[in-house]
């Protein structure tokens, strides 16, 4: 594709974005339900209705070719650089996008992504294509009851059977699984070898025979992830997405599409710092000395990973496949979003124990009880600085006692 100069693209994007979106009216501290939420904690017929208003939007801007704006052409995407994406993200956050939920995110920066990659051009075709207009939706079946941070563990099994798979096993903490068309999901295919080598990848269709969604009632109310269990699922072959064995590439491939979505991504998450700024004064706080030292620190750490994102964006390369970096821009992202409610709680002080019926206060109780789970989610905090550790820094690697075959390991 032709590369537009900078400038072009953000100029090309801001009138295509003023013909499908009002602007942005900013925050609102008055409103009784302003959307504070990390992760959306909505009843079945809200969150059905939520999913339309994202997917209405996704398939306007696939339809305009920004969708998958770093992918390869011959993947499927418009072959730009990170740069051309992060001013797409810019110029997308001064309008009114409508908030996206987990499913969408991982269906359109996940799964449709790593499908493109390392599908076959049939898959790139039928799934990724479907994936990136959210006309079908794809959920992400990797973390196990024991393999979380450990994935490589993970035991769900996949066995041949002629030109069909059958899947035995349990995911957990599979978001927006009810509502998922499809799932990416990691199997063991070759216990006798080291455990990231024996591992396959497939599309498993969330309807097939076998397969069980049974939602997780979370501390902040809603049930938006799921454990999965599968029996006796059978998937046929032209389902299954790369090589027999290649699942631990797509997987950590899969991980940083994450990363960087969580971490880059513009989609809004819990509560800002202008949030904060616009709390602190409707509570007649701004004159402590204390709280604006608060607010200060917050809004050098929101300009600091403003200026990493950036930073990452001009330095990528072009080609779809982010690296290490995307566990930097995570770990800010994630750090940013726990501070920011620390500082929302004590600018409210005792006022966040319940509500009150002071505008917009009970609101940051969504983002309190959801930030925790961010520091989790595509990897904890722990992991990311094990990753930035080896991987940026390369500093040494921790001990690892687990190059044997996946079934000479200890409990298997
Ligand atoms: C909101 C949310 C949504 C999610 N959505 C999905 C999804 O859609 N699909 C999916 O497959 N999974 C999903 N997950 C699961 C997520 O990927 C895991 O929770 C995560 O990888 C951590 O695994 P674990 O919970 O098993 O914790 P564990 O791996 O058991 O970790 C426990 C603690 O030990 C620490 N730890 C573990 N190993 C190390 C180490 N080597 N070095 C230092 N510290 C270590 C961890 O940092 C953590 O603090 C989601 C999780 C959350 C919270």
Redesign the pocket.
């Known amino acids: 594709m032709f590369e537009p100069d900078l400038d072009t693209w953000r100029t090309q994007a801001r009138q295509w974005l003023a013909t499908v979106l009002e602007p942005a009216s900013g925050p609102d501290t008055t409103a009784e339900d302003a959307d504070l939420a990390?992760?959306h904690d909505l009843p079945e017929d809200e969150e059905r209705r939520l999913l339309e208003r994202c997917r209405a939007y996704q398939r306007a801007r696939f339809d305009a070719g920004y969708q998958a704006l770093t992918l390869p052409e011959d993947k499927g995407g418009a072959g730009l650089t990170a740069a051309h994406a992060a001013i797409f993200a810019e110029e997308e956050s001064a309008f009114d996008v409508p908030p996206s939920t987990?499913l969408i995110s991982?269906t359109v920066r996940l799964v449709a992504l790593s499908v493109a990659v390392f599908g076959t051009p049939e898959q790139r075709a039928e799934h990724a294509r479907a994936f990136l207009r959210t006309d079908l939706l794809a959920?992400?079946?990797?973390?196990?009851?024991?393999?979380?941070?450990?994935?490589a563990a993970l035991r769900t099994r996949a066995r041949r059977e002629g030109h069909t798979w059958v899947i035995d096993g349990q995911?957990?903490?599979?978001?927006?699984?009810r509502f998922a068309d499809y799932g990416l999901l990691?199997a063991r295919t070759d216990p006798d070898v080291v455990k990231q080598a024996g591992i396959t990848a497939f599309l498993v269709p969330m309807d097939a025979p076998g397969v069980e969604v049974r939602p997780i009632r979370?501390m902040s109310g809603g049930a938006?992830?799921n454990e999965v269990f599968l029996t006796g699922v059978r998937v046929p072959d032209r389902l299954r997405v790369g090589r027999p064995g290649q699942g631990w590439e797509i997987a950590t491939t899969t991980?940083a599409f994450e990363r960087t979505a969580s971490g880059s991504g513009n989609r809004r998450k819990g509560g800002t710092f202008e949030d904060v700024l616009a709390l602190a004064r409707s509570l007649g706080r701004t004159d402590d000395p204390l709280v604006r030292q608060r607010l200060s620190d917050l809004y050098v750490r929101t300009a600091l990973r403003a200026a990493t994102v950036a930073r990452v964006a001009r330095t990528s390369a072009a080609g779809g496949r982010p690296g290490p970096e995307a566990s930097l821009t995570k770990l800010m992202a994630s750090d940013l979003l726990t501070r920011t409610g620390q500082v929302a709680a004590e600018v409210m002080g005792a006022r966040i124990t319940a509500d009150t019926g002071e505008p917009g206060t009970f609101a940051w109780t969504q983002h309190l009880l959801?930030a925790?789970?961010?520091?989790?989610?595509?990897?904890?905090?722990?992991?990311q600085?094990?990753l930035i550790g080896e991987r940026v820094l390369k500093l040494p690697p921790?001990p690892r006692g687990d190059r044997l075959p996946f079934s000479q390991l200890p409990g298997n």
């Open positions: 990390v992760f987990e991982v959920c992400q079946l990797f973390s196990e009851p024991g393999a979380g941070s450990d994935l995911k957990v903490w599979t978001s927006g699984a990691l979370q938006s992830f991980l959801g925790p789970g961010y520091r989790l989610a595509g990897g904890t905090d722990q992991i600085r094990n921790e």
